[in-house]
């Protein structure tokens, strides 16, 4: 009795929390399941659905345990498809205590040299050569999670801006009628690529870079055109104000993780966020 009291709290919270729905109310278990904790101005993105689980970067070093929990509390021991969109310390930290703590069945990376000390530490652990890893050179599509993914690599191999930062390796989503997008931190060179390939518009976008405005972003949020954004982003380093401007000014609903752990709950034909 207790339980079902418990559930039907469960569940009014859960109905209540749902700002990216309208009725009728969601079930319980959705076929894809997204979660982007707050770890402050870094990335860790863990999809799963269907017993398997794709992650999108791992966050720095100190996010370890963050990321960790989150694992854990989803009930993941192994990862299928780890993608390190490049290897900023904000991307790339984490993921050797990843990979010594979980079963990584393969890590999927863009084809550049790195020059901090977090890429000698990964590149470090790769050479031991027991996880396997490969550079993504072509768009590559494959299936994971109950949904099909592609990843779209950089063209160059040297941008003008000298940080990696372009060099991101953005991944599109297709589960059911919903599509999701997750942009790496590229800026404008990486996102006039991407606005070439004409990939079409998405449901949900992973903002690229944090929330930093750039002169192509207005440009990229009308070609994406996405109903929901979230934002990785620490109060100590908020997204620009131009950024959000110009998310408003197109619809989108956004979510940042400065202000939470967020979890995208994907349906058939509908997506819930909670936050
Ligand atoms: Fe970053």
Redesign the pocket.
């Known amino acids: 009795m207790m339980k079902n009291r418990l559930s039907f709290i469960l569940a009014v919270i859960l109905a209540l929390s749902f700002t990216a729905c309208t009725a009728p109310i969601p079930e319980a278990d959705p076929d894809l399941r997204i979660t982007i904790p707050k770890i402050g ?3 860790s993105i863990v999809i799963t659905g269907s017993s398997e689980c794709v992650v999108i970067d791992t966050g720095e070093s100190d996010d370890y345990y963050e990321i960790e929990s989150n694992l854990q509390k989803l009930g993941i021991e192994s990862i299928d498809h780890l993608i390190l969109t490049h290897f ?1 310390k ?2 790339i930290g984490s993921a050797p205590m990843i990979m010594e703590n979980f079963v990584v069945d393969e890590v999927l990376m863009p084809d550049y040299t790195g020059n901090n000390q977090e890429y000698d530490l990964l590149m470090e652990f790769l050479e031991k050569d027991t996880v396997a890893y490969r550079y993504i050179t072509k768009t590559e599509s494959f299936s994971s999670c109950g949904c099909d993914f592609v990843i779209y690599p950089p063209y160059l191999d040297t941008y003008a801006d000298s940080n990696d ?1 372009n060099h991101s390796l953005i991944t599109a989503v297709k589960a059911g009628s919903n599509s999701y997008l997750f942009a ?2 590229a800026e404008e060179e990486r996102l006039t690529e991407i606005m070439a390939e004409n990939i079409g518009e998405f449901d949900f976008l992973k903002m690229p ?2 929330g930093n405005y750039n002169k192509k972003l207005e440009a990229f949020i009308a070609s994406v055109d996405p109903g929901y954004a979230v934002i ?1 982003c620490s109060d100590k380093n908020p997204p620009d104000k131009k950024t959000l401007a110009l998310l408003k000014a197109s619809g989108v609903k956004v979510y940042q993780t400065k202000d939470g752990d967020i979890t995208i709950l994907n349906y058939k034909d509908k997506i819930g966020i909670i936050q």
């Open positions: 101005k870094a990335d900023d904000d991307h930062n790496g931190d870079h944090h990785t």
